[in-house]
């Protein structure tokens, strides 16, 4: 992943400047649009960022990573030789990438003094555990899809005290009847478990012991 170090606000006064920049360096005023704009280029970039897909901004007063964004292309900054520019668009807050890094402390492998460097990011490349088919770049769930996963094996067994009590009975091989409104369930640590749902949306959970 690339990453690049920003100091602090400065006022752009180059008339040969391919972005026609009012300011580069980090603004903590200005919206992220803005400060992706200005700070997109241009910069001194090697072949490895040709091959990154997602490149880091930190500011470096607060040691923090301020602003994360996708590469759609690196091309030649046009009257600087030797410079290039990002294209591309700053990620939302929903972005995996963005949770995983913007807000927290610039990576130790970052914190030197040349402005440009990359991470070997262990992040990235896999599906949300959810099922949701979302791809995600750190943990195992979407923010908060950890809960929908949840409620959606709960009401696979039926309410929330239907649960409990299948749980609780799996786990201490007791053989409690699951009250309330969605009959009997008998429960075993051996045996057949039977799942059946009616008409009406109800989840009817049964299951029948091995024999002795």
């Known amino acids: 992943m690339l990453h690049i170090?920003?100091?602090?606000?400065?006022?752009?006064?180059?008339p040969t400047d391919p972005l026609?920049?009012?300011?580069?360096?980090?603004?903590?005023?200005?919206?992220?649009?803005?400060?992706w704009k200005n700070n997109r280029g241009y910069w001194v970039l090697g072949a490895r960022a040709k091959r990154e897909s997602y490149v880091l901004f930190s500011y470096n007063e607060q040691h923090e990573v301020v602003m994360a964004a996708e590469i759609?292309?690196?091309?030649?900054?046009?009257g600087k030789p030797g410079k290039r520019i990002i294209e591309g668009?700053?990620?939302?807050?929903?972005?995996?990438v963005y949770q995983a890094y913007v807000g927290r402390p610039t990576p130790d492998s970052a914190r030197v003094r040349n402005p440009v460097t990359y991470i070997d990011s262990t992040v990235g490349?896999?599906?949300?555990?959810?099922?949701?088919?979302?791809?995600?770049?750190?943990?195992?769930?979407?923010?908060?899809?950890?809960?929908?996963?949840?409620?959606?094996?709960?009401?696979?067994?039926?309410?929330?005290?239907?649960?409990?009590?299948?749980?609780?009975?799996?786990?201490?091989?007791?053989t409690p009847a699951a009250g309330g409104s969605s009959g009997s369930t008998i429960m075993s640590r051996d045996g057949q478990l039977d799942l059946a749902v009616s008409s009406d949306g109800r989840v009817r959970l049964t299951f029948t012991p091995s024999a002795a």
């Open 5 to 14: 170090t920003l100091t602090q606000k400065k006022l752009a006064n180059d």
């Open 20 to 35: 026609g920049r009012t300011f580069y360096g980090w603004d903590e005023h200005a919206t992220t649009e803005q400060n």
């Open 72 to 78: 759609a292309e690196i091309i030649d900054a046009p």
């Open 125 to 174: 490349g896999w599906l949300c555990g959810c099922g949701c088919g979302t791809e995600i770049f750190s943990g195992e769930f979407v923010r908060g899809h950890e809960q929908t996963a949840l409620h959606q094996r709960v009401a696979k067994i039926g309410t929330i005290p239907d649960f409990l009590r299948w749980f609780d009975a799996l786990h201490e091989g007791a």
């Open 89 to 96: 668009r700053p990620l939302p807050e929903s972005h995996p």
